[in-house]
């Protein structure tokens, strides 16, 4: 069994910073690409970030320059530092991993972290 636990969300005035961490549990035989999604009020759940197993990056035009998206693999845990936070990066933000377990391979989703920018 695979879980993937986020943490970090929070309120923050715009223009502040937060930091989302997602850890992954359980039968993990290899994990490869690992993102962040994001899904606000009324609008389809869209790709922030994502970052392939050999640490290859790619960004949402909206969060270039802002996001940061790293991984540590011995912790099985992904990062997304934010900076310079506007409200329009209010959403619930979510944690996916491609994940390779001893039965086969998966797509693994987070339960999702509340992130609200107050302007």
């Known amino acids: 069994q695979v879980q993937l636990v986020e943490s970090g969300g929070g309120l923050v005035q715009a223009g502040g910073s937060l930091r989302l961490s997602c850890a992954a549990s359980?039968?993990?035989?290899?994990?490869?690409?690992m993102d962040w999604y994001r899904q606000a009020p009324g609008k389809q759940r869209e790709l922030v970030a994502g970052?392939?197993?050999?640490?290859?990056?790619n960004y949402a035009d909206s969060v270039k320059g802002r996001f940061t998206i790293s991984r540590d693999n011995a912790k099985n845990t992904v990062y997304l530092q934010m900076n310079s936070l506007k409200p329009e990066d209010t959403a619930v933000y979510y944690c996916?991993?491609?994940?390779?377990?001893?039965?086969?391979?998966?797509?693994?989703w987070g339960q999702g972290t509340q992130v609200t920018v107050s302007s």
């Open positions: 996916y991993a491609g994940i390779t377990t001893l039965y086969g391979g998966g797509d693994y």
């Open positions: 359980g039968d993990t035989f290899s994990i490869d690409d």
């Open positions: 970052i392939a197993g050999r640490g290859t990056t």
